[in-house]
C-alpha cells in the first residue's frame, strides 16, 4: 500500500495559530492588501509560485491564503536560528538545493494526492533585493511531473525594511497579487534539450510572475513580454 501524506494533529493545531497570528502580526505592522484572490482555483491541484525576496512572503502567503498550503523550502531553514522555530511549527517538504532528491519528489507525489496545493520558489533562494532572480528548472519538473496548474502568486513590500518600518509605527503597504493558472506545456526530448525545456517552462512561468510586479521587483524578466510571446532573451550569467 502506497504511503499517504500525513499532517499530524499537533502540526494542524500550529498552523491555526501561525495564520491567525501572522495576520494580526501583517496587520498591526502595515497596510494589507490582497488582490486576484478570486483567481485562486476552487481544487487543490495547483502549484503557486511567488517571488523571494525575504522572510516576509511565505508567512504572510500561507497567513492570507483562503486554505492551508503545503510548502517546501530549503532543508538548511529548519535549522536556522529563529526561523526554525515557525519552520518545525508548520512544517513542509524539505529539499536540498544542490541535490537531486528522489524523496521530494515521492512527499510531492503524495502532497497531491491528499489534495493538497503546495508553494514553492522558483528562485530557490532568497533574492534579498526585490529584482527577480532566475528560476531554476527544477519547479518545471515537478510541475510537468505532477501535471498540474501554475498560480503566480507576487508579494510587493516584501523587503526586511516592512518589518523595521512596522515597528516604527509607518505602516509600510503590502501587497498580495495572484495571477490567473495556467498550464505549461508537456516536456519532451531526453538530456540536455529536456532540460532546456524545463528552463523554458520556468521562464515561462517566471514570466507571468514577472507581469503582477512593478518594473523595479522583475530582476532579470525585464523583457518578461518578449519571453511571454515566446521570443528569445539574454539573461545575465549568475554571480559567483
Known sequence: MAERY???IWTKINRRFLRVFFRTFFRLLGKVELIGMENIPDHNKYVAIFNHVSLVEVPFIAAFWPTILEIIGAAAVWSRPGVSIVV???SGVRVKRTEFDR???KQVMQVFEAGRPLMISPEGT???TPGLARGKPG????IDKMDVVVLPVAVVGNTMDFIKKGFRGKRPPIQLIVGEPFKLPPIDGRGEERRQKRQQNTDFSMARLAALLPESYRGVYQEYEKILAGEPVIFPEPED
Open 126 to 128: 532568497r533574492s534579498h
Open 139 to 142: 519547479v518545471s519538473y515537478i
Open 103 to 105: 524523496d521530494v519528489f
Open 6 to 8: 500525513h499532517v499530524p
Open 88 to 90: 518545525k511549527m508548520w
